[in-house]
């Protein structure tokens, strides 16, 4: 199973990024996806997660600003980032709770972290 992050780059404060990730591989079903972030010298932090039943959670400083939303259809999340500030600057990192078969439990992937960085 692999995760695909895409959508980073460099946005002026204020301004919009939409990241995607897509999961490919031995894929029978797919429980929670979601995005968390790294900044320089801090501890990855959680920014939004969804359940296959679309239920959504966000950490409390990207409500409001920031939407998570996912197409089953294509093993694929989004993180749609509006009113963006110096203080998003991070790797996004997608994650994704993986069944590769319908007995087996599901087990945590990872993508490889898309950077955004945002000028004031």
């Known amino acids: 199973v692999q995760l695909q992050a895409c959508g980073g780059g460099l946005v002026q404060a204020g301004g919009s990024l939409r990241l995607s990730c897509v999961a490919s591989g031995d894929i029978f079903s797919i429980n929670n996806m979601g995005w968390y972030r790294q900044a320089p010298g801090k501890q990855r932090e959680l920014v939004a997660t969804i359940t296959d039943g679309a239920m959504t959670n966000y950490t409390d400083s990207v409500k409001d600003r920031m939407t998570i939303f996912r197409d089953n259809a294509k093993n694929t999340v989004y993180l749609q980032m509006i009113s963006l500030k110096p203080e998003d600057t991070a790797v996004y990192f997608c994650?994704?709770?993986?069944?590769?078969?319908?007995?087996?439990?599901?087990?945590?992937?990872w993508g490889q972290g898309t950077l955004v960085t945002v000028s004031s």
């Open positions: 994650t994704a709770q993986v069944r590769r078969r319908r007995w087996m439990a599901p087990n945590d992937y």
